[in-house]
């Protein structure tokens, strides 16, 4: 579709009125406005921090209240409705026109970069641009007015995405899968009251689904079909993750449905994928994770992410972040029964562990990347993950002016327009689509033990709980949840386990602290383990620290792995990093912890290989 720039005058809703003239193109808006000095300042709002618009119009409640009030419903009201008299009945009952004002609003969201936060804290601010059309006498030409600057809006938006992507809009939902048990069990509430009202400002349309047991993801996505969704979305920690991917990677038809981007809104404990993610593309993580991961999930782009496949003697695995044998994993898995402490549960237990230190005897194989070309199936691109909806209706508010006009003044309105007194808060948009989705859902939806589990969003309008088949879909899923070995996925070119380790590879013998390997910067949101990993370089960085090593050395590592300063940068006697692409671990005991992606697995032996690119993960634009 076609884009063309628009430009009109506005003023600003102040006492002032200052003249501004409002630009909109494939940059964004652009506001130039004229101070007392004739100089004139120019502020633009970058078309890739603009998540969506919305045209309103102002109606009266039979209280004589005002109500914010989308203009879908607004344009059905006004003699272009198609639905039927009784629903007609319905909405007039509690909504009638406010006949003094003609005027349409349009209000447009960014999350904007601010770089001049105190203590070099940078973050994204919600900021709402309101612009007010009354240049027209009638309500309806002011609409028209408003809607063809929301729909350019729209249009520049996809045509940004279909520029740097292989796919345009297309009206594609997003299936979102979320972990009630994750971290402190608050995922529910952060996706309800932080993630919801996102989407709806980008009219993001998803089916969300809670999971009610473990593997409830992995056998949800290994059977779902996806033809109509544009990715899918973890809300969880990195062991929700990990499902999703083996999931998907099980699936018979895993060669096409491998290119299907992968999102994750840090709700766990630990939330290294989501913190990688922001470090590698440079997005602001703390103190907003969770808007920085949506935003993402809105952004269209979608970047190529290595995947490790792992062998043991009773299964597959795939992993996307990290594979360890002794202190890490036993500080992960035995913190376990702190899990209601947070992220808090790691230092405590890494006290504990670091006293109590234990070792393992074992054999570590591994072929060192030099040896080895990687191929690079991944490449960059992005697709788009938006979809079109119509607008929303929004509750009243109260309060008035004050939050609008966030961009210094952000909120303007057309010619002939001196009186600000119908400004309201546009906090309020969002509050009010939270309250309407929250009284909605009882209580309970927001309690990690809820059984309600599946829900279609979201105009937001429609709200269906289909609980009848996702309970049917349930008894499925646990049938099938035993399944361990994998019949499909992608295979390496490594021997399998049984067989001898190669002669190019490097064979280590003797006491172990600890294996660890990683393919992520960031093992959870406060661990740094390798600053220098890329998402998609086809390198498994393994740590191997040796018995002999110091409490005091080791009590450094730990603490250096905060800041990526742990490793040393030769390697020594006792601490070393490897770069390799394929590795075995083969203890020799019959106890200790083995986890994959911060996971618990069956103790034994196992062999690692990098398959490079093999996914897509969502990334900030
Ligand atoms: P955290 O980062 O806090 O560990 P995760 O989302 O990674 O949170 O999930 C932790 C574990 O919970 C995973 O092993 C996952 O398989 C499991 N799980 C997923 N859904 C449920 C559920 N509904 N009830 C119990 N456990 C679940
Ligand atoms: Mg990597």
Redesign the pocket.
Known sequence: MDAEELTDIFYTSDKKGQVCRVKLNGQGFTLQRETSNNRSREQVIDLKDIVGSRCIIVKKDRRGCSMLCSSSNAAQTDGNRSDSGDETKKRSNYLTYEHSDASAYLYVFAYILNKKQLRNIIRRERTVLKLRFRSFDTFVDNMREAKRWYHTVKSFKGLSLSSNGTTTTDGRRILVLL?????SGKAREIFNRQVVPVLNEAEQSYDLHV???????REFIRVKNLDNYSGIVAI?????FF?ILNGLLMRADWPEARHMPLGIVPC???NGLARSVAHVCGEPYEPKPILGATLSVLSGRSIAMDVVRIQQQNQILYSFLSVGWGLISDIDIESERLRSLGYQRFTIWTLHRLISLRTYHGKVSYLPKEKMGVANCGGEETISLTANLPTIPLKHSRSCNACLNKINNGCFHSTQCINSSKYYDVISLQNSINQSLNSRCDSSWFSPGSCRSTYHSVSESIYHSIEGESDSCSEHLKLSSNLSVHLCGPTGSAPSLQEPVPATWVVEEGEFVMVHAAYQTHLGSDCFFVPQAKFNDGIIYVVIIRRGISRSQLLNFLMGMSTGSHVPETNNEYIKMVPVTAFRIEPYGEEGILTVD??RIEFGPLQAEMLPGMVRVMAPK
């Open positions: 972990n009630p048990k994750s971290g999971t009610k047991h473990p593997n409830y993801a969880g920690g990195d062991g929700l499902e766990g404990s630990g911060g996971e």
